[in-house]
């Protein structure tokens, strides 16, 4: 715009000095219109220049002065406008997502104590006989405190921490489950684990009722730690167990109690040492059946 207005002004700057006629035409008095000054332009050569009368004059003046000052204020108005140019505000920046969590969820609880899994797989093996336990404890409780349910694949162990996860191979078929240990026994001779129902049924020992087997720990707790005892009796009735507590307190320390509610009964079981390895306890259960005539079970004092 304002190389437009330059343009005019310079075209209104000629006409004013004889280099044009257009403006100078639509702006003199009828009397000197531009088109009778061409006409006359033969008589001007002849006869010399025509002057126009004073008062056209000065009112030519005043206009063309008044013309450049209209042109000179438009000029600084447009240059104005021309500065102030609209501000814009930035758009606001967008939330970016969050980054995925590459954090593991938490995982269900199961209802037993939770311990760090630092058991290496199969380097706890174990060879005899399995048995099954199933109606008659269905839904009391178990050793680590839940509740029994037949139909889950768990077990009953004497020396192995709760939560390890033990394979059981079934040796007569080749059949295995993993269990997860959740309770104590079988606290009979010759038998080294109770199965679920559900777990004896996998590896088809329900109808014979037991199985010669193998375990291998494969996850959970590291079966090598912890503290064992051996167990030399249990009895329905409190004092005989307190009677042979007393027996045997003479000889080893600690001799303890444990209250155990069974289907049946409530028994009282007896149990001596607190040694620091499955090996040490099974030392002091070879001495409990030689010296004292004891039936003896090695077991881990849960605690």
Same mark, same amino acid.
């Given at each position: 715009?304002?190389?437009?207005?330059?343009?005019?002004?310079?075209?209104?700057?000629r006409?004013?000095?004889?280099?044009?006629?257009?403006?100078? =035409?639509?702006?003199?008095?009828?009397?000197?219109?531009?088109?009778?000054?061409?006409?006359?332009?033969p008589?001007?050569?002849q006869?010399?220049?025509?002057?126009?009368?004073?008062?056209?004059?000065?009112?030519?003046?005043?206009?063309?002065?008044?013309?450049?000052?209209?042109?000179? +204020?438009?000029?600084?108005?447009?240059?104005?406008? =021309?500065?102030?140019?609209?501000?814009?505000?930035?758009p606001?920046?967008?939330?970016?997502?969050?980054?995925?969590?590459?954090?593991?969820? +938490?995982?269900?609880?199961?209802?037993?104590?939770?311990?760090? =899994?630092t058991?290496?797989?199969?380097?706890?093996?174990?060879?005899?006989?399995?048995s099954?336990y199933?109606?008659q404890?269905?839904?009391?409780?178990?050793? !680590?405190?839940?509740?029994?349910?037949?139909?889950?694949?768990?077990?009953?162990?004497?020396?192995?921490?709760?939560?390890?996860?033990?394979?059981?191979?079934?040796?007569?078929?080749?059949?295995?489950?993993?269990?997860?240990?959740?309770?104590?026994?079988?606290?009979?001779?010759?038998?080294?684990? !109770?199965?679920?129902?559900?777990?004896?049924?996998?590896?088809?020992?329900?109808?014979?009722?037991?199985?010669?087997?193998?375990?291998?720990?494969?996850?959970?707790?590291d079966?090598?730690?912890?503290?064992?005892?051996?167990?030399?009796?249990?009895?329905?009735?409190?004092?005989?167990?307190?009677?042979?507590?007393?027996?045997?307190?003479?000889?080893?320390?600690?001799?303890?109690? +444990?209250?155990?509610?069974?289907p049946?009964?409530?028994?009282?079981?007896?149990?001596?040492?607190?040694?620091p390895?499955?090996?040490a306890?099974h030392?002091?259960?070879?001495?409990?059946?030689?010296? !004292?005539?004891?039936?003896?079970?090695?077991?881990?004092?849960?605690?």
């Amino acid at each position: 715009m304002e190389e437009r207005l330059s343009r005019s002004l310079s075209i209104f700057q000629r006409q004013r000095s004889g280099r044009g006629n257009g403006f100078l =035409a639509a702006t003199l008095p009828r009397p000197y219109n531009t088109e009778n000054l061409l006409n006359d332009e033969p008589r001007r050569q002849q006869n010399g220049p025509i002057v126009m009368p004073r008062k056209h004059q000065l009112k030519q003046r005043i206009f063309g002065r008044a013309m450049i000052l209209s042109m000179l +204020a438009l000029a600084l108005i447009v240059s104005g406008c =021309a500065s102030r140019r609209p501000q814009t505000t930035a758009p606001a920046t967008a939330p970016q997502p969050s980054a995925p969590s590459t954090s593991r969820p +938490a995982l269900p609880s199961t209802g037993a104590r939770q311990t760090p =899994a630092t058991a290496t797989p199969d380097e706890y093996t174990e060879q005899g006989v399995a048995s099954w336990y199933g109606p008659q404890f269905n839904g009391r409780r178990t050793s !680590d405190g839940e509740v029994y349910d037949m139909y889950q694949l768990t077990a009953a162990h004497r020396t192995l921490p709760f939560n390890a996860v033990v394979r059981v191979t079934n040796l007569r078929n080749g059949k295995q489950v993993n269990v997860r240990i959740n309770d104590r026994g079988p606290f009979v001779a010759n038998r080294i684990i !109770d199965l679920s129902y559900s777990a004896a049924e996998a590896i088809g020992m329900v109808g014979p009722g037991t199985a010669e087997v193998r375990l291998d720990v494969m996850a959970g707790p590291d079966p090598n730690l912890g503290f064992f005892g051996v167990q030399v009796g249990a009895f329905q009735v409190k004092e005989n167990a307190e009677r042979l507590q007393r027996q045997l307190s003479v000889r080893y320390t600690p001799v303890t109690i +444990a209250e155990f509610d069974s289907p049946n009964d409530v028994f009282y079981r007896v149990r001596a040492g607190r040694l620091p390895s499955e090996a040490a306890a099974h030392e002091l259960a070879t001495q409990l059946q030689q010296q !004292d005539g004891a039936v003896a079970f090695v077991v881990r004092l849960d605690e």
